[in-house]
C-alpha cells in the first residue's frame, strides 16, 4: 500500500469535486462529493462582529505556512479523526508542492490555533481547523479570508456545514451550482502570495 496519495490523484479529484477521508476505525482512503456544499464566497463575505472585535485584540500573531505538520497533527489530534496517517503524509507532500498552505494563530509563542489546505486557481479548499485557545481559529480564518480576498481568490470550500461555519458566515449550496463556480475558478491564476512574497 502506498504511504500517500499521489498529487495527480488529489490534484483532479479536487477539481472534479471530490476529496479524501481516511475512516476513523480501519484508516481506508474514502471520497466525497456531497449533495450540499458549505462555501465561503469571498466577494460577498462580512466577518461577524464577534470576530472583529477579537482581532482588534491583538492576542494573536498570525503568521502563514511557518508550521504545516503541526497544524494537521494538532488538527487531528481528537478522539475519532480522518486525518490518518496517510493524510498527514498526503497533504504534507502537497504542502512541499506549494498546494498545501497553513495558517498559525501564535499566543506567548506557542500555536494556540489554526487550519490548513488546498489551493488550486481561485479555490482554497478547507480540510480542518483547532483551537486551543478561545477565538484563535477564527482570527486564523479571517486572516486567511484576508489573505485570499486580496489575491482575488473567489471563495473557500468548507465541505460540510456546521453550525460554527455558518455563524462565519459559509452558505450552503447545491452540488450541481459548486460544480459549476469551481469549474471556473480552478482556471484561475492566483497565488498564494503576492508579488512580494508578503506572508501577513
Known amino acids: 500500500m502506498n504511504d500517500v496519495i499521489s498529487p495527480e490523484v488529489l490534484l483532479n479529484a479536487y477539481c472534479e469535486g471530490f476529496f479524501p477521508m481516511a475512516d476513523s476505525v480501519n484508516g481506508d482512503i474514502n471520497w466525497y462529493q456531497p449533495k450540499k456544499r458549505s462555501v465561503f464566497i469571498l466577494k460577498d ?4 462582529r464577534s470576530v472583529n472585535q477579537i482581532k482588534n485584540k491583538n492576542i494573536f500573531k498570525i503568521t502563514f505556512d511557518k508550521s504545516f505538520e503541526k497544524i494537521i497533527r494538532s488538527c487531528a489530534k481528537r478522539d475519532e479523526t480522518w486525518i490518518s496517517e496517510k493524510i498527514i503524509k498526503t497533504y504534507c507532500e502537497m504542502f512541499e508542492l506549494g498546494f ?43 486572516s486567511l479570508i484576508k489573505k485570499l ?9 468548507a465541505q460540510y456545514m456546521t453550525t460554527h461555519l455558518k455563524m462565519l458566515g459559509a452558505i450552503e449550496i447545491s452540488n450541481a451550482e459548486y460544480l459549476n463556480i469551481l469549474k471556473i475558478t480552478i482556471k484561475k491564476d492566483c497565488k498564494f502570495y503576492d508579488k512580494n512574497n508578503n506572508t501577513n
Open 100 to 142: 498545501g498552505h497553513s495558517v498559525e494563530a501564535w499566543k506567548n509563542g506557542v500555536i494556540a490555533g489554526g487550519l490548513y489546505g488546498i489551493s488550486i486557481g481561485g479555490a482554497f479548499f478547507g480540510e480542518s481547523m483547532f483551537s486551543n485557545f478561545s477565538g484563535a481559529s477564527k482570527i486564523a480564518l479571517a
Open 149 to 157: 480576498k486580496s489575491q482575488d481568490y473567489d471563495f473557500i470550500d
Open 45 to 48: 463575505l462580512k466577518l461577524p
